[in-house]
């Protein structure tokens, strides 16, 4: 008999919520098979068994809270061929020996399974293609889920289900917590992730003294150049040159000026990095997330946006990894791609910096005394806790910003 147990996951994570299962009571698996995935606060992972066996019992069920070291399913090295591991059978009713059938024994029900029953195969295909499991047909006469049923099911239009709406009249605590509305409202439980994130975002207002300072970035040059150079850069570089690596170079060179603003604090001291890894908010299905730019400061203006490029990806598909997420001293947080003209960016804590990208917009500047001009401008703001950073320190860096941005040829030399 082998346990499963749930594997360490990070130094800061202890816990994750069961999310599904990927074997069922009875599969058979190989030493480094996924069987279960787990969302944790920051990303989904799957565990990997470290035994070969077959599937005899499951502790936990999806919703369950684990902790590192839980024991959460059992697998037996060996099972009789043709045996289906022990399943505990419904207790009988007491029938009178007279109406009991003599040819035929009664048949004890089986419980039914908690989730469909499908190989591991099955189960992986599925999650790759977004397939719920309960509306695959098998064609297997045991009724287990096969590969080429999932495939099957890719060809046959499923009409979409109606999202079910509680109403108050017939949810006690919809109706206690709006006693004079009878209308249809949906309760949808938090994810992990994004009570995580909530709760973060409450702790970072109650303990930093963060404020925000606001400036504005004439952004002709930085689209000249882009727009004069951008076709033989992706012809060299295989990848498109966009905004987020100016701004990160900016951030790097600003970070070198002001070294506070890429620091932080441990008890009662500063920990000022004398390394570069900027963190590039990104707004994935489960949340935002704030995967991380490794040695900015050492990377090509294409070095940056292939790793952006790259990590946005991750994020959609949401396969980042603990390790894509952690270490950041320094965000950019861009606004700007939904339309935010001006925010006021909150703090990824322990990080005392964060930078906030907004829309660009043709505004009338004046260019001197005499001389209006529509240009494209756009508002950038700096939140920073003032704990470390004085207002002089925090207006200047964006000032600095500002000047490297209007003038970007410059930022080559920071490189």
Same mark, same amino acid.
């Given at each position: 008999?082998? #346990?499963? /147990?749930? +594997?360490?996951? @990070?130094?800061?994570?202890?816990?994750?919520?069961?999310?599904?299962?990927?074997?069922?009571?009875?599969?058979?698996?190989?030493?480094?098979?996924?069987?279960? %995935?787990?969302?944790?606060?920051?990303?989904?992972?799957?565990?990997?068994?470290?035994?070969?066996?077959?599937?005899?019992?499951?502790?936990?069920?999806?919703?369950?809270?684990?902790?590192?070291?839980?024991?959460?399913?059992?697998?037996?090295?060996?099972?009789?061929?043709?045996?289906?591991?022990?399943?505990?059978?419904?207790?009988? /009713?007491?029938?009178?020996?007279?109406?009991?059938?003599?040819?035929?024994?009664?048949?004890?029900?089986?419980?039914?399974?908690?989730?469909?029953?499908?190989?591991?195969?099955?189960?992986?295909?599925?999650?790759?293609?977004?397939?719920?499991?309960?509306?695959?047909?098998?064609?297997?006469?045991? &009724?287990?889920?096969?590969?080429?049923?999932?495939?099957?099911?890719?060809?046959?239009?499923?009409?979409?289900?109606?999202?079910?709406?509680?109403?108050?009249?017939?949810?006690?605590?919809?109706?206690?917590?709006? +006693?004079?509305?009878?209308?249809?409202?949906?309760?949808?439980?938090?994810?992990?992730?994004?009570?995580?994130?909530?709760?973060?975002?409450?702790?970072?207002?109650?303990?930093?003294?963060?404020?925000?300072?606001?400036? !504005?970035?004439?952004?002709?040059?930085?689209?000249?150049?882009?727009?004069?150079?951008?076709?033989?850069?992706?012809?060299?570089?295989?990848?498109?040159?966009?905004?987020?690596?100016?701004?990160?170079?900016?951030?790097?060179?600003?970070?070198?000026?002001?070294?506070?603003?890429?620091?932080?604090?441990? &008890?009662? %001291?500063?920990?000022?990095?004398?390394?570069?890894?900027?963190?590039?908010?990104?707004?994935?299905? #489960?949340?935002?997330?704030?995967?991380?730019?490794?040695?900015?400061?050492?990377?090509?203006?294409? !070095?940056?946006?292939?790793?952006?490029?790259?990590?946005?990806?991750?994020?959609?598909?949401? @396969?980042?990894?603990?390790?894509?997420?952690?270490?950041?001293?320094?965000?950019?947080?861009?606004?700007?791609?939904?339309?935010?003209?001006?925010?006021?960016?909150?703090?990824?804590?322990?990080?005392? &910096?964060?930078?906030?990208?907004? /829309?660009?917009?043709?505004?009338?500047?004046?260019?001197?005394?005499?001389?209006?001009?529509?240009? +494209?401008?756009?508002?950038?703001?700096?939140?920073?806790?003032?704990?470390?950073?004085?207002? /002089? #320190?925090?207006?200047?860096?964006?000032?600095?910003?500002? #000047?490297?941005?209007?003038? +970007?040829?410059?930022?080559?030399?920071?490189?």
């Amino acid at each position: 008999m082998f #346990e499963i /147990k749930v +594997p360490d996951l @990070a130094e800061s994570i202890t816990e994750g919520t069961i999310l599904e299962w990927l074997v069922t009571i009875g599969d058979k698996v190989t030493k480094g098979d996924s069987v279960v %995935e787990l969302e944790t606060d920051k990303v989904n992972l799957e565990v990997n068994t470290e035994y070969t066996g077959v599937v005899t019992k499951v502790l936990k069920e999806p919703g369950d809270t684990v902790e590192v070291g839980d024991v959460i399913a059992i697998l037996e090295d060996k099972v009789a061929e043709g045996e289906a591991p022990a399943v505990p059978a419904a207790p009988e /009713k007491s029938v009178p020996e007279a109406v009991q059938p003599a040819s035929t024994p009664p048949t004890p029900e089986l419980p039914k399974a908690a989730q469909p029953i499908a190989s591991p195969s099955a189960r992986k295909l599925a999650r790759e293609l977004g397939i719920d499991l309960t509306q695959v047909v098998s064609s297997d006469p045991l &009724g287990r889920i096969r590969p080429h049923d999932v495939k099957a099911h890719t060809q046959t239009p499923v009409a979409k289900e109606e999202p079910k709406l509680e109403k108050t009249g017939s949810n006690p605590a919809a109706k206690q917590a709006y +006693p004079e509305i009878n209308k249809p409202m949906e309760r949808i439980k938090m994810s992990r992730r994004r009570q995580t994130i909530a709760k973060r975002l409450v702790e970072v207002q109650h303990t930093a003294a963060m404020l925000t300072t606001f400036n !504005e970035v004439d952004m002709t040059a930085v689209m000249d150049l882009r727009k004069k150079r951008k076709d033989a850069f992706f012809e060299k570089h295989d990848v498109r040159l966009g905004f987020m690596s100016f701004f990160t170079k900016a951030v790097v060179a600003a970070l070198k000026k002001y070294p506070l603003l890429n620091a932080e604090i441990q &008890g009662d %001291e500063l920990v000022v990095k004398k390394f570069y890894d900027i963190g590039i908010a990104v707004a994935a299905p #489960e949340g935002l997330v704030v995967p991380v730019v490794r040695d900015a400061n050492q990377k090509s203006f294409a !070095e940056i946006e292939r790793d952006i490029s790259n990590l946005g990806k991750k994020a959609r598909d949401n @396969a980042l990894s603990l390790k894509d997420l952690q270490g950041g001293t320094f965000t950019i947080t861009n606004g700007g791609v939904f339309g935010s003209l001006m925010s006021t960016p909150i703090l990824n804590a322990p990080q005392v &910096g964060i930078l906030g990208m907004h /829309k660009i917009q043709t505004r009338p500047i004046a260019i001197d005394h005499d001389r209006i001009e529509n240009r +494209p401008m756009m508002y950038i703001a700096l939140s920073y806790d003032h704990r470390i950073v004085d207002g /002089k #320190e925090a207006v200047s860096f964006l000032a600095t910003i500002k #000047e490297l941005l209007e003038d +970007p040829e410059s930022l080559l030399l920071e490189g």
